[in-house]
């Protein structure tokens, strides 16, 4: 919920944010855009203008080549202005492309080729009216010409008649390039004149005529020229105000545009600054949200780690207080158990032999009721492991059955089997708990049933998988319960409120056991009650087909007891009578000599006085605990044997009694079986010691206590184990040395490689070093001898080791 929580407003502002800024950053690039083109635009150059203002120059140019060509009358002159008319022509052309759209340009545009051309007209004018001026000198040249032939050909002359020249237009005089030479048609003789017959005053007449007519010309071309000069004036006075203007235009132009620039440049800085502000603003918001978070997220850890602290805590005390309850059960337990396994072998009784019988199997399964809630916390954190035994299903309903005869009877109730159609068939699976789940529900039938009665009802089925599932019904007829009810009741420490509830006791933990250990064994349970009708709970649990020879048989063992004994004298410590009534009947039942007392103070005093060859400890007692009390008997004598009776079988309860100076540890409740082989232990004579001795030596150089825990208290797992590994290792030892003969390296080290991980297990570390050795040497194939020499070491500890295992599972 939490999570959604932040995840949302952070998902928000990040999608915000990237908005802001992508919008943010759009408006930036936008508005730079807009800056780069215009800037682009003010560096590219106004063609346009640059092309008016070369026409200008071409039309100065123009100007001063006339001038030239007036003045000096040099054909060099004509040419270049000729060019220059041209190139105007095509700048005026060009200049119509680079005109906008724009009325106002095109009317610039215009007014520029029209003044032009008008420029370039008056030049036109100007130079014809030069040629007008010179075509008046050339009568001179005429008169000249003809005075000179007179003078100098007195004979005959040959006169050229030259074909009627055809009259060429004013224009055509002045751009039709040199006049050509006159096409002769006929030469005529003539005679010549004679210089005195030349008459003077028609050539002073001609002459005057000329100039007056020359000075005429001079004067009308004067005339003209004086006005065409003046149109230039004006009409270059308009070409440059034109150019000003379109000057002062672009420099406006120029101005708006920079104008527009900074404009733009402003509106640009200001979108930078907001979206700097808003992006930096969003970010802190988002670093608010999440520090925000990360310290809630960081109290609620602390609150959590408090909590889980606190769990514990609890989880610890509850273990403690079971641990303790369970213990403080064992005493009295231990003690019925204890004696009625005596009053047994005692009575010759066989009604009173059946009865003690029945307290004992009862009192077995009330140990093992302590030992369930010792192992619930187990049995929640499924760590629970299930045996594997083959057990007669009939048989143990039949034990059921008995077990709850008794209380039915007492209630008036019918305690029926019902068992129609079920075959006598073998299983394997958990019988323990089996009858552990029925036990508790067939009690909880008779608790809470007044009249009629309870069946158990029982049916199995195999499946393709060969799997038989068990099918039991535990119907009665009791109070019933409400079908809201139907799904609390397999919870923890749930119990109805009903009057019979109340009268019954019990801690409501029976039917949450009982769900769990069917969860575990992947069985199935389900309810099917009415209030005052009667209730059935049914279950089914899958099993594998067990081994009817398999099926461990409950014997009455005959104990050997050795001789040695009967010289022995024993102290037992506790301070419980029960106990010390129960160890003492024992002992002495087997002709030992015994002492008591009921606290550790009195067994120091005591030990002072008198010998013992052994002393029973307690740990749990008034005035002086058993730690102590060993203590200080050690401190008397270092040889003293005390064997500690515990409780518990915890490490650290054991490793206190060792430190203490106690060799060996009883757990309560013990059997006699137990008790005897704790005793021969204890009191073996020399020779036995010796071999005690050496299988201490192997239990050295292997340590259990591993493999132990692997099986979390499963012993048939751990013998097992032990089985397979002195299986494995004398078959792998003796293919090891074959392979040795053959010199086959690989199969030696493949046969050490197999053998290296068990040992490990049982962590031979001896074994496991050599085993190593011998991998690494067979892997190099060069040191023959060193092999044979590790082979041999190994065969030794594989056999000292195997000893001891043996021994372990022959005490068992
Ligand atoms: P307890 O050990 O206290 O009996 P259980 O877990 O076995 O607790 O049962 C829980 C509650 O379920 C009981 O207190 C009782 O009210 C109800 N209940 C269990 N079995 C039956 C039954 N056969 N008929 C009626 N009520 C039952």
């Given amino acids: 919920m939490k999570r959604i929580k932040i995840e949302f407003p952070v998902t928000i502002l990040t999608a915000i944010v990237v908005l802001g800024v992508t919008f943010s950053g759009y408006l930036v690039y936008q508005s730079l855009s807009q800056i780069v ?4 635009r003010e560096a590219r150059p106004d063609f346009k203008l640059l092309q008016i203002k070369d026409i200008a120059a071409d039309l100065t140019e123009v100007e001063s080549t006339v001038r030239l ?23 005026l052309t060009n200049l119509e492309d680079y005109a906008q759209t724009s009325e106002e340009q095109k009317m610039q545009i215009d007014s520029i080729r029209q003044l032009t051309n008008a420029k370039l007209a008056v030049w036109k004018e100007i130079l014809v009216l030069h040629h007008a001026r010179e075509d008046a000198h050339e009568s001179f040249t005429d008169l000249y010409t003809k005075i000179d032939s007179a003078r100098t050909e007195p004979d005959t002359i040959l006169v050229e008649v030259e074909a009627p020249e055809k009259k060429r237009g004013l224009l055509k005089r002045i751009f039709g390039g040199k006049k050509k030479d006159p096409e002769i048609i006929e030469q005529i003789q003539v005679q010549p004149v004679d210089s005195n017959t030349i008459d003077k005053d028609s050539i002073k007449q001609e002459i005057a005529q000329i100039e007056n007519r020359i000075r005429t010309t001079n004067q009308t071309i004067s005339v003209q020229e004086k006005a065409l000069l003046e149109e230039n004036i004006i009409l270059s006075e308009l070409l440059k105000t034109l150019i000003t203007k379109l000057e002062t235009d672009e420099r406006k132009k120029l101005l708006e545009k920079t104008q527009e620039a900074d404009r733009l440049a402003a509106i640009t800085y200001k979108r930078l600054a907001l979206f700097t502000l808003g992006s930096v603003t969003l970010l802190l918001l988002v670093l608010f949200l999440f520090y925000r978070y990360l310290n809630r997220s960081r109290i609620h850890q602390n609150l959590l780690h408090k909590a889980k602290t606190d769990a514990e805590k ?28 005596q009053l047994i072998k005692k009575t010759d009784n066989n009604k009173r032999k059946k009865d003690l019988e029945i307290i004992y199997t009862s009192t077995e399964h009330l140990i093992s009721l302590v030992d369930d809630t010792l192992d619930f916390s187990k049995i929640e954190s499924q760590k629970l492991k299930l045996a594997k035994d083959d057990f007669s299903l009939s048989k ?38 089996l009858k552990q789940i029925l036990i508790n529900l067939v009690n909880n039938a008779i608790k809470f049933t007044d009249q009629g009665s309870v069946t158990l009802k029982v049916s199995a089925k195999e499946n393709k998988w060969r799997k038989i599932w068990v099918s039991i019904q535990v119907i009665d007829t009791g109070i019933g ?58 279950l089914e649990i899958p099993y594998d087909i067990g081994d009817p020879s398999k099926i461990k048989q409950a014997k009455q063992e005959t104990l050997t007891i050795p001789d040695h004994f009967s010289s ?36 120091v005093d005591l030990y002072k006085k008198e010998h013992f060859d052994l002393v029973f400890m307690d740990i749990r007692m008034p005035v002086l605990n058993g730690l102590e009390a060993a203590k200080q008997i050690v401190q008397q004598n270092n040889a003293a044997k005390i064997i500690a009776l515990t409780a518990t079988n915890k490490p650290d309860d054991i490793e206190k009694c060792k430190q203490a100076g106690m060799q060996q540890f009883l ?19 020399q020779h036995t010691q010796d071999e005690l001795r050496k299988k201490e030596e192997a239990k050295a150089q292997i340590d259990l206590s591993e493999l132990k825990r692997m099986a979390n208290g499963n012993i048939s797992f751990v013998n097992e184990m032990l089985e397979i590994f002195i299986r494995s290792s004398d078959s792998g030892l003796s293919e090891m040395k074959k392979n040795i003969a053959l010199k086959n390296w690989d199969m030696v080290r493949e046969y050490a490689h197999k053998m290296a991980a068990p040992a490990k ?21 060069e040191n023959e001898q060193e092999i044979i020499k590790l082979s041999t070491e190994i065969e030794y500890e594989v056999k000292t080791t195997n000893r001891y295992l043996k021994s372990i599972l022959e005490d068992q």
């Fill in 568 to 603: 022995l004298s024993i102290l037992i410590v506790d301070d419980e009578e029960f106990n010390r009534y129960l160890l003492r009947s024992i002992l002495e039942k087997w002709n030992i000599n015994v002492a008591e007392c009921s606290n550790g103070q009195q067994a």
């Fill in 667 to 685: 757990p309560k409740p013990f059997t006699e079986k137990e008790l005897l082989a704790s005793l021969s232990e204890a009191s073996a004579p």
């Fill in 37 to 40: 083109d215009s800037i682009h």
């Fill in 761 to 781: 297990h049982i962590k031979a570390l001896n074994l496991y070093s050599k085993i190593k050795e011998i991998e690494h040497e067979a892997r190099l194939g």
């Fill in 396 to 433: 143990l309903l039949t034990e059921v059955i008995v077990l709850n005869k008794g209380k039915a009877k007492s209630k008036n109730l019918r305690l029926k089997l019902d068992t129609d159609g079920l075959e006598p068939i073998v299983l394997r699976g958990d019988a323990f708990r």
């Fill in 314 to 341: 609890l989880a610890r005390a509850k273990e403690v207080f079971v641990a303790t309850v369970s213990h403080e059960m064992r005493t009295p337990i231990n003690a019925i158990y204890g004696l009625t396994e």
């Fill in 69 to 91: 060509y007036s003045v000096t009358r040099d054909e060099k002159y004509f040419h270049p202005y000729k060019q220059i008319n041209q190139s105007i022509q095509k700048k």
């Fill in 481 to 538: 319960i409400s079908k809201e009810n139907h799904s609390l009741i397999f919870d923890d420490f749930v119990q109805l409120e009903t009057d019979l509830t109340r009268k019954q006791g019990g801690a409501g933990l029976g039917l949450a056991i009982v769900k769990k250990l069917i969860d575990v064994q992947k069985g199935k349970i389900s309810i099917d009650s009415e209030l005052s009708k009667g209730t059935t709970i049914s």
